[in-house]
C-alpha cells in the first residue's frame, strides 16, 4: 500500500496563503496533527519517503515510525512562482480562470500542473513497479509526506485521469489517502482520512 500523507498546518496555511516552496515551518497545531497521522498507519512500514520541504520532513519525523525517511524531491509541492506566500484573495480570478482550465497554465517564475503531474506518475510508476524494487513487491507500506498539489497528482493517476481533477477535490492538512495495487492497475483504497478527534474541516484545498 502506498499511504500518503499531506503535512500538518503550516504557518502559511493558518494565515490562507498561498504557499508552495516557500519552506515555512508547521504549527503547533500542525505538529499535533502530524503527530495524530500514526494512528491510520495500521500495517508495517517498508519504507517512508518526504518532500525536502521542512513543514513534510518535520511532519514524517512526527509519524515516529521508527525508520529514517528519505527526501524524494518529486513529491515537493508546485511552484506558485510570484503568487507563492500571497493571500489567496490576491490571486487574479482571470488567473485562476485559466489555472483550472489549463494544465499548461504557468504562473510567472512558476510549475505548471501538467508538470507536477509528469514527476508525480514517475515517482508512484517507480513505487509499483512490478521488478521487485516497488511498493508493489514489499513486505510493509510505503509511506510518502507531500503536499496538497502532488497527492491530488498521485489521485489522479491511480484514477487514470488529467491532473485537472485536483481542482474538484479537497485535501485537509494531516490526512491520509491510500493508493494499493489490484488487477494490474493502480485501486484508490483511501482519501482524506484524518485521525478520530480531528474536527477542523475547514482548510483550504490550494495551501
Not at 515510525?65 to 480570478?93: K, M, S, T
Amino acid at each position: 500500500m502506498l499511504i500518503l500523507v499531506r503535512h500538518g498546518e503550516s504557518s502559511a496555511n493558518a494565515q490562507a496563503l498561498l504557499v508552495g516552496r516557500t519552506d515555512v515551518e508547521l504549527t503547533g497545531k500542525g505538529r499535533a496533527q502530524a503527530a495524530s497521522v500514526r494512528q491510520l498507519v495500521y500495517g508495517p512500514v517498508h519504507s517512508l519517503r518526504t518532500s525536502p520541504l521542512r513543514r513534510a520532513r518535520d511532519s514524517a519525523a512526527a509519524l515516529d515510525l521508527g525508520i529514517p525517511a528519505v527526501v524524494d524531491a518529486r513529491w515537493i509541492e508546485v511552484d506558485y512562482g510570484e503568487y507563492d506566500c500571497q493571500p489567496l484573495r490576491d490571486v487574479p480570478a482571470g488567473v485562476w480562470r485559466e489555472w483550472r482550465r489549463n494544465p499548461d497554465f504557468r504562473p510567472p517564475g512558476g510549475e505548471t500542473l501538467a508538470e507536477v503531474e509528469a514527476r508525480v506518475a514517475a515517482a508512484c510508476d517507480e513505487l509499483f513497479a512490478d521488478d521487485g524494487a516497488g511498493a508493489r513487491a514489499t513486505a510493509g507500506d510505503v509511506v510518502v509526506v507531500s503536499h496538497v498539489t502532488p497527492i491530488k497528482a498521485a489521485v489522479a493517476w491511480a484514477l487514470g485521469v488529467g491532473v485537472e481533477l485536483s481542482w474538484r477535490l479537497h485535501l485537509q492538512t494531516a490526512s491520509v489517502t491510500r493508493i494499493g495495487w489490484g488487477n494490474d492497475v493502480p485501486v484508490l483504497h483511501g482519501f482524506d482520512e484524518v485521525a478520530p478527534e480531528r474536527h477542523d474541516t475547514s482548510q483550504s484545498r490550494h495551501v
